[in-house]
Nanobody
Framework: QVRLLESGGGLVQAGGSLRLSCSAS????????MGWYRQSPGKERELVAV???????KYGDSVEGRFTISRGGDENSLYLEMNRLTPEDTAVYYC???????????WGQGTQVTVSS
């Protein structure tokens, strides 16, 4: 059973930084893609950033240049460095993984990020 646990969310002032972490456990098969999505009230879940086992990365338009996604050495840890945060970044951030062999998305419970103006 795949489990994902996010941490690192919290309250920060506009212009500040936060680092989110995600620990994946269970049978994580390669190749896969891991990533961060976010959802705020009344909005659909949107892409923040994803990273493939090849190392390729993709960012959402609203965060490119401010956020950086990375994997840990074991490749089952995922990080999101968020800089120059704005109130529009306020959302619940979800960590997810999709293993291409099964093509099913697994999600964590999410971590709240709140940016005050």
């Amino acid at each position: 059973q795949v489990r994902l646990l996010e941490s690192g969310g919290g309250l920060v002032q506009a212009g500040g930084s936060l680092r989110l972490s995600c620990s994946a456990s269970g049978n994580i098969l390669r190749p896969n893609v891991m990533g961060w999505y976010r959802q705020s009230p009344g909005k659909e879940r949107e892409l923040v950033a994803v990273i493939f086992t090849t190392g390729a990365r993709k960012y959402g338009d609203s965060v490119e240049g401010r956020f950086t996604i990375s994997r840990g050495g074991d490749e089952n840890s995922l990080y999101l460095e968020m800089n120059r945060l704005t109130p529009e970044d306020t959302a619940v951030y979800y960590c997810g993984v999709r293993m291409f062999v099964e093509n099913v998305d697994h999600w964590g419970q999410g971590t709240q990020v709140t940016v005050s103006s």
